[in-house]
């Protein structure tokens, strides 16, 4: 392997800041005495500058957005949302009552089953507070200042 080779393969690291002080002062020597490694640095800080352009934004966020922003597919979420947990609580409650009403059923079991209900209330309890504390933050943005 030629030098200019050697250094080809670091230029990409220079630019992206990845090199050790030895190997950029090594590259930076080389780069003084050598035109074509010059010019291959150049191109790639080019075609960097034109990378940087470049949004890394998903185009799912963007449209995710704007789904979220408009008003009707709010209320068809929050609507979903409502039922879901509506139609969760019901049955939980349902077959909590009828579990604690049968006492064949062993201390263990309708113990662990408590837990994993209340864990889920919880988890669940969290997730709506997280949810309302960014819906405030949205209305926020929509004011025009
Ligand atoms: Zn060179």
């Given amino acids: 392997m030629t030098d200019c080779e050697k250094y080809k393969k670091l230029l990409v690291g220079l630019i992206d800041q990845e090199l050790t002080n030895d190997?950029?002062?090594?590259?930076?020597?080389?780069?003084?005495?050598?035109?074509?490694?010059?010019?291959?640095?150049?191109?790639?800080?080019?075609?960097?500058?034109?990378?940087?352009?470049?949004?890394?934004?998903?185009?799912?966020?963007?449209?995710?957005?704007?789904?979220?922003?408009?008003?009707?597919?709010?209320?068809?979420?929050?609507?979903?949302?409502?039922?879901?947990?509506?139609?969760?609580?019901?049955?939980?409650?349902?077959?909590?009552?009828?579990?604690?009403?049968?006492?064949?059923e062993p201390l263990l079991s309708r113990i662990s089953v408590g837990a994993i209900v209340v864990g889920f209330i919880i988890m669940l309890l969290y997730v709506i507070r997280e949810r309302m504390a960014t819906i405030k933050v949205d209305k926020y943005k929509g004011v025009v200042r």
């Avoid at 034109?50 to 890394?56: A, C, E, N, R, T």
Wanted: glycine share 8%; hydrophobic share 40%.
């Fill in 23 to 104: 190997e950029s002062n090594e590259i930076h020597d080389h780069l003084r005495k050598c035109a074509a490694c010059r010019d291959d640095y150049d191109e790639l800080l080019q075609a960097g500058d034109m990378l940087g352009g470049v949004s890394f934004r998903e185009p799912e966020d963007e449209l995710l957005e704007s789904l979220w922003k408009r008003p009707y597919s709010r209320w068809a979420k929050l609507s979903g949302l409502l039922l879901i947990i509506g139609g969760w609580l019901t049955l939980v409650v349902f077959a909590l009552i009828e579990m604690f009403r049968d006492t064949q």
